[in-house]
């Protein structure tokens, strides 16, 4: 998956798999993420987002599951 640095104080890069719905959120803490079933919509809002750190609180950890990678 490729993933694309951001502007942001606490995410450095995400990317998305369409074809499963991945998302990839790589932190700046270094520690990276792996949300299940995303849909390709919600990627898309992401990368539209005025505060990329804020969606990804508010929209992604509530409500996808993750792992660790």
């Known amino acids: 998956m490729n993933t694309?640095?951001?502007y942001s104080s606490s995410v450095k890069s995400v990317g998305f798999d369409s074809d499963i719905g991945d998302l990839q959120i790589d932190f700046?803490?270094?520690?990276?993420?792996?949300?299940?079933?995303?849909?390709e919509t919600v990627y898309?809002?992401?990368?539209?987002?005025d505060s990329i750190g804020t969606f990804v609180n508010d929209k992604i950890?509530?409500?996808?599951?993750?792992?660790?990678?």
């Open 61 to 69: 950890k509530p409500k996808y599951n993750y792992t660790e990678i």
């Open 28 to 39: 700046q803490s270094g520690r990276s993420y792996l949300y299940a079933d995303v849909p």
């Open 4 to 6: 694309a640095q951001v």
């Open 44 to 49: 898309e809002n992401l990368m539209e987002s």
